[in-house]
């Protein structure tokens, strides 16, 4: 055991404790447990959502796959990053103006219909445990090389922690782990770069030269692809790009501002953290091959994961390594935080509250739903990352954000801007796209190797498509039935609420009474 690293894991779990006690305090119903109550502001929230999105595929699994592959790894940066200009552009003012505590609650404000927010809540949930299990992989490697202690306990340990979180802070201990997380996160990545770069009196071409000489013209330079390895790469990259606008996790953050200017602003602030972060990431991979090694990076870790701590150890002795995976102990607790208030979020609010309970569940009900699914959430997760230690966590994430592009997303842009949009389309493009981006991903190299029917590593240049295309025949084969438009709400005021936050019952309040 490293005693130093021990004691700064000790120093972060105190912290977040001592944040989730004080939280505990004002969670004190539904509106607060889900999101906040709706006041957090807005360079508040863009620090949460980049604490929420630089998650350990970002510090972790990208720099140990820049390490291990080279210039190939940074390809996850760039679709990680360009993501947010969809998000801004399209997404987060319409979710906002939309939505209440979860997605589901944005697409049934136009199709007020059970079925559809059933899709959307198990979308929720899936996509949810995709992301969740890389973050438990992540967190059960670092426990491993800095504790000693067997993976199986450092998973179970890491899952009570979170459902600790959750069940006594909701969204508001969340949102301050997040913003802490973010400004640690930034605090060592910086520190680790800077150490890189100091080796080569701060010039990154010769920090480039250096690992030329030591691996090969290909740790720098794009490698030459076959036809499947550049499917594969064009796959990920569409994943990474479009996945961003249909993760759960980070659509409810924009539920926890009071208005879509909030919304905006905490995009922007957002945007130029994860930046400047995923600008140093190269530094952090090439620092690690160099330094570490290659092969002490695979010894330690087949698929990398600990390129980033190994290097900080090999930078600055057993005080910097204690610090950096502090860092990295501390990305990891708040995306999970995240991502299971966004699953039982999606379970107790959409499916007990709403679904079999009718809308007619209690505060206290709703309340107590939550908590109870976090925990049955968390236990899931904790048992399906017991079985998934071997994988490299940036592309378990890949595949969570190939199954947001393909299940959610084209649900969401057809809702929001497409007047003929129906029931019909959106639940067939919803499971169409769920059932084939997890279909492809257990028949891909993934999980049967040589074996493998679908060649391609990540399944989105195929499962995205068919999303889109599941939301267009839908609404024709459901044209106008009765059954399919008989709890719209019309697409002017649907449109209008998208674009300015306005809802009808604000502007009925301020109509001047009739004269008598």
């Not at 080279?70 to 319409?94: I, R």
């Not at 130029?272 to 290659?294: D, E, S």
Request: hydrophobic share 55%; net charge neutral.
């Amino acid at each position: 055991m490293n005693p130093v690293a021990f004691a700064f894991f000790l120093a972060v779990i105190a912290l977040t404790l001592l944040v989730t006690y004080w939280a505990s305090r004002r969670n004190v119903g539904a509106s607060t447990h889900y999101v906040a109550g709706g006041q957090i502001k807005g360079w508040q929230n863009g620090l949460a959502i980049s604490g929420d999105y630089l998650s350990a595929a970002s510090f972790l699994g990208i720099a140990g796959a820049i390490a291990l592959t080279g210039f190939s790894g940074f390809y996850l940066s760039v679709g990680f990053l360009v993501a947010y200009l969809v998000v801004l552009l399209l997404v987060a003012e319409p979710l906002r103006n939309l939505g209440k505590y979860t997605v589901a609650d944005a697409l049934t404000s136009r199709f007020n219909l059970r079925r559809v927010r059933a899709v959307a809540a198990l979308n929720t949930i899936s996509i949810s445990m995709f992301y969740m299990l890389a973050q438990l992989v992540g967190a059960g490697a670092i426990m491993v090389l800095l504790l000693d202690i067997p993976y199986s306990v450092a998973v179970i340990g890491i899952g009570i922690l979170m459902t600790i979180y959750i069940v006594a802070g909701g969204m508001i201990a969340t949102t301050w782990i997040q913003i802490i997380k973010a400004v640690l996160l930034m605090a060592g990545t910086f520190a680790l770069s800077v150490g890189v770069l100091a080796q080569f009196n701060f010039n990154p071409l010769a920090m480039f030269e250096a690992a030329t000489e030591q691996y090969g013209m290909e740790a720098v330079m794009p490698p030459e692809l076959d036809l499947v390895g550049g499917l594969d790469v064009i796959s990920l990259n569409i994943a990474l790009v479009l996945g961003t606008a249909g993760l759960p996790h980070i659509l409810i953050r924009f539920l926890t501002v009071p208005d879509a200017k909030a919304a905006r602003n905490s995009v922007i602030v957002a945007t130029w953290i994860i930046g400047l972060f995923y600008l140093m990431t190269p530094i952090l991979g090439y620092g690690a091959a160099i330094f570490v090694g290659r092969d002490a990076i695979v010894e330690q870790n087949p698929a990398g994961n600990m390129a980033a701590p190994q290097l900080a150890q090999a930078l600055g002795g057993d005080i910097f390594l204690g610090f950096i995976t502090a860092v990295a102990f501390a990305t990891i607790v708040a995306v999970v935080a995240g991502l299971v208030i966004a699953a039982s979020g999606a379970f107790a609010h959409d499916f007990y509250t709403n679904v079999i309970k009718g809308g007619e569940a209690s505060e206290r009900e709703q309340f107590m739903a939550a908590r109870i699914a976090a925990v049955g959430v968390s236990i899931g997760a904790m048992l399906l990352a017991l079985g998934a230690r071997e994988f490299n966590v940036a592309f378990l994430v890949a595949l969570a954000f190939a199954v947001a592009a393909s299940a959610n997303l084209p649900a969401i842009l057809f809702m929001i801007f497409w007047k003929r949009f129906n029931t019909i389309g959106a639940i067939t493009g919803m499971l169409t796209g769920l059932i084939s981006s997890v279909g492809l991903v257990l028949i891909s190299p993934n999980v049967m190797g040589e074996s493998a029917i679908y060649p391609l590593e990540n399944p989105g240049i195929v499962s995205i498509p068919l999303g889109f295309l599941g939301c267009y025949i839908g609404t024709l084969l459901g044209g106008k039935r009765d059954e399919a438009r008989a709890l719209y709400t019309p697409y002017e005021k649907i449109y209008v609420q998208a674009n300015t936050g306005i809802r009808e019952e604000e502007i009925e309040e301020k109509e001047p009474a009739p004269r008598s």
